[in-house]
Nanobody
Framework: HVQLVESGGGSVQAGGSLRLSCGAS????????MAWFRQAPGKEREAIAT????????YYAASVEGRFIVSKNYAMSTVDLQMNSLQPEDTAMYYC????????????????????????WGPGTQVTVS
């Protein structure tokens, strides 16, 4: 079982930056992809950034592309989300999620954006932009 824990959330003024980190209990071949989701009050949870652990390929939602960067931190064994030019609409609970290896068995079937594709979730970390 993969356990995930997010860190790095907090409060920041508009235009500022934050860096979130997601630590996993294992980064073996049991994980195909990891993603950051967020959920603002009254809204559905949405995928904002995905990274494929084998290829290093990334995907971003239009709302964060060009401002956020997802990366694998090999030294710290974390998946990080660098968030720049933060705006009040970025205020949300941010979650880290991991998709199991089986999601990569069928080429093209994995979208990277659907909650149902991710088996493991962290408890979330709050980001508030004012």
């Amino acid at each position: 079982h993969v356990q995930l824990v997010e860190s790095g959330g907090g409060s920041v003024q508009a235009g500022g930056s934050l860096r979130l980190s997601c630590g996993a209990s294992t980064y073996t071949y049991s994980i195909y992809s990891m993603a950051w989701f967020r959920q603002a009050p009254g809204k559905e949870r949405e995928a904002i950034a995905t990274i494929y652990l084998t290829s290093g390929g990334t995907y971003y939602a239009a709302s964060v592309e060009g401002r956020f960067i997802v990366s694998k931190n090999y030294a710290m064994s974390t998946v990080d989300l660098q968030m720049n030019s933060l705006q009040p609409e970025d205020t949300a609970m941010y979650y880290c999620a991991a998709a199991p290896a089986c999601m990569g068995w069928v080429p093209g079937a994995f979208s990277g954006a659907a909650e149902s594709e991710y088996k493991h979730w962290g408890p979330g970390t709050q980001v508030t932009v004012s």
